[in-house]
C-alpha cells in the first residue's frame, strides 16, 4: 500500500446542521472541509446507532443484517427479544475484508462488535460492553494495555437520561478524552491500514440537554447554566480531534462521519394505550401503575386471544401482529394480514396531537424499504412526527400523549442525516450509509 492509510473518525450523532451553526469555532473540522468535503451521509430506517453503524461497514442495509435496533425478535414467542451482540452481524465487516488481503486495522468502539471477534490487528468493543471486567478487546491482552494507557477506560456514560446534567457533562467530556488518547497511542506505536474509532459523546450530550440548548423546544429556559454545553463540547470535541490527527502520519485518508443526526424530540405517543383503545390490544387487567408492555407480558397479562397487535417504544415505534400459525395465540388471518397492516397504518398516519394538529407520522414496510428482509422484523415501523416523537410501550396513565419519556429525561431524537467529512475529498456527492462501506473498500483496491 505503499504506507497509505484510512482513518474514520466515528462521532456518533454529529449532526450536519450544528457542525455548520458551530464551524467558526471548529478550526480543525474547517481545515478538512477547506482541504476535502462536507456531505450529508443519509441513516438507514431506522435511525438508530445499532444497527446504523454495522450498516456503514458492511454495506449492508438493516433488512439484510437482519437486525432492526438495539433489541430484536428472537422468534415468534411473545416473550422472544434479545440485544443485538456481534454475533447478530454475520456480514463481515471492512476490517475482516482487509484482513483477508492481508491488511491490519485498529477497530475502538464500534457499536455492534461485543463480544469481540478475531481480527487481523486490534479491537476494543462499542458501547453496549456490559463492563470493562468482561473480556471486551482482541487480543484479551489489550485490556492491560488500555488500563497502562488511560487507566479506568469508559465504555459509556453512565445513566444519562438525568436530572444531573453538570455530571453527564463531565463523564462526557472524560470519556472523550480517554478514548481519544488511547486511539493516539495506538496510531503511533501500532502498524496499521485501516483504524476507526466511534465516540458515543456526542449522543449522550445531545440527548441529555438538548432543550437547554435549542430555543424553539418548549422545554428550553433560557437562563439555564447549560444552554452552551453542546457548543462547548463540539468546541472540544473538535480540539480532541486536532490532537489525535498530530498522531496520523502523512498519506492518510480521513474520515468523519456520524451515523445520524439529531432534532428535538417534542413528546412520545404510548402506542400500546393507543392500540388498547383502538381495539387492537387487550389485557386481561389494567395495571395501576405504569407499567412496560415487556412486564405485562411476562406477567401474562395480555389477553392474546383478543388481541390484533402490539407495540415497542423506543425512539421509533414497533408494530407486531398476532398472526394465526406464527404466533402462539395468533388471532389475524395469514389473507387479512396486509388488510390488518394497512388499516393500522392509515390510523397511525392520521394521529394528531392534543390540539388535534396532524403528527406527520409515517409508517414504513419492511418489505418495501430493504433490499431483503431477514430475521424476524416489525410488521410495521413508525416514526411519531417523523421521529419528534417517540414511541412509549409503557401501559397504565390511560393518556396517548406524555411530554416527558419513559426512560428518563430526554428532548431529542434522532434525525435522518448525520455527517460525512473526508479529507481529501472521496465521496463527491452525498451518500447513503451503507454506501461508505464500498467507499472505503475502494481506496485499498
Not at 82 to 89: V, Y
Not at 108 to 117: C, L, N, Q, S, W
Not at 284 to 301: A, C, F, S, W
Not at 334 to 351: F, G, T
Amino acid at each position: 500500500m505503499n504506507g497509505f492509510r484510512v482513518l474514520i473518525l466515528g462521532l456518533d450523532c454529529l449532526d450536519p446542521g450544528l457542525v455548520e451553526a458551530f464551524l467558526d469555532d471548529l478550526p480543525v473540522l474547517q481545515e478538512l472541509i477547506k482541504r476535502g468535503e462536507f456531505r450529508r451521509l443519509r441513516s438507514v430506517d431506522p435511525p438508530i446507532t445499532v444497527p446504523a453503524w454495522m450498516c456503514a461497514f458492511t454495506g449492508k442495509d438493516p433488512g439484510e443484517l437482519g437486525v432492526y435496533g438495539f433489541r430484536n425478535r428472537a422468534d415468534h414467542s411473545y416473550e422472544g427479544f434479545r440485544i443485538s451482540t456481534s454475533a447478530a452481524f454475520r456480514a463481515p465487516a471492512i476490517w475482516d475484508e482487509l484482513g483477508r488481503m492481508g491488511l491490519r486495522s485498529i477497530v475502538v468502539g464500534v457499536p455492534g462488535t461485543y463480544p469481540p471477534k478475531p481480527v487481523k490487528g486490534l479491537l476494543v468493543s462499542g458501547f453496549l460492553t456490559p463492563s470493562t471486567e468482561t473480556t471486551y478487546t482482541f487480543p484479551p491482552s489489550l485490556k492491560r494495555r488500555i488500563r497502562e494507557i488511560v487507566g479506568e477506560y469508559i465504555i459509556d456514560v453512565r445513566e444519562f437520561r438525568t436530572e444531573d446534567k453538570a455530571r453527564v457533562i463531565q463523564e462526557v467530556h472524560r470519556m472523550t478524552e480517554r478514548r481519544f488518547d488511547f486511539m493516539a497511542t495506538l496510531l503511533v506505536e501500532e502498524e496499521w491500514d485501516f483504524a476507526v474509532v466511534v465516540e458515543m459523546g456526542p449522543d449522550r450530550i445531545h440527548h441529555a440537554l438538548w432543550a437547554h440548548h435549542d430555543p424553539t423546544h418548549p422545554k428550553h429556559d433560557p437562563q439555564s447554566p447549560y444552554r452552551d454545553a453542546i457548543r462547548d463540547y463540539y468546541r472540544y470535541l473538535d480540539t480532541r480531534i486536532g490532537k489525535l490527527l498530530e498522531a496520523v502520519p502523512s498519506r492518510t485518508q480521513i474520515v468523519v462521519m456520524s451515523d445520524h443526526g439529531i432534532q428535538p424530540m417534542y413528546g412520545g405517543i404510548a402506542v400500546n394505550e393507543w392500540l388498547i383503545r383502538e381495539g387492537y390490544l387487550a389485557l386481561k387487567e389494567y395495571p395501576t401503575e405504569p407499567v412496560p408492555i415487556r412486564d405485562l407480558i411476562e406477567r401474562e397479562l395480555v389477553d392474546w386471544s383478543r388481541t390484533v397487535a402490539w407495540g415497542e417504544g423506543g425512539y421509533y415505534g414497533r408494530i407486531f401482529l398476532n398472526v394465526r400459525g406464527r404466533e402462539p395465540q395468533g388471532t389475524v388471518s395469514p389473507d387479512e394480514y396486509n388488510v390488518v397492516r394497512r388499516e393500522l397504518a392509515r390510523k397511525l398516519e392520521a394521529l394528531t396531537d392534543e390540539e388535534g394538529k396532524p403528527l406527520g407520522t409515517r409508517v414504513l414496510f419492511p418489505e418495501e424499504i430493504y433490499r431483503e428482509v431477514s430475521g424476524i422484523p416489525p410488521d410495521l415501523i413508525v416514526y411519531f412526527g417523523d421521529l419528534r416523537w417517540r414511541s412509549i410501550g409503557t401501559v397504565g396513565r390511560g393518556v396517548i400523549h406524555w411530554h416527558e419519556n419513559d426512560t428518563g429525561p430526554d428532548d431529542a431524537n434522532h434525525a435522518p442525516h448525520g455527517v460525512f467529512i473526508a479529507s481529501p475529498a472521496l465521496a463527491g456527492r452525498d451518500l447513503s450509509l451503507p454506501e461508505v462501506h464500498g467507499l472505503i473498500l475502494g481506496c485499498f483496491r
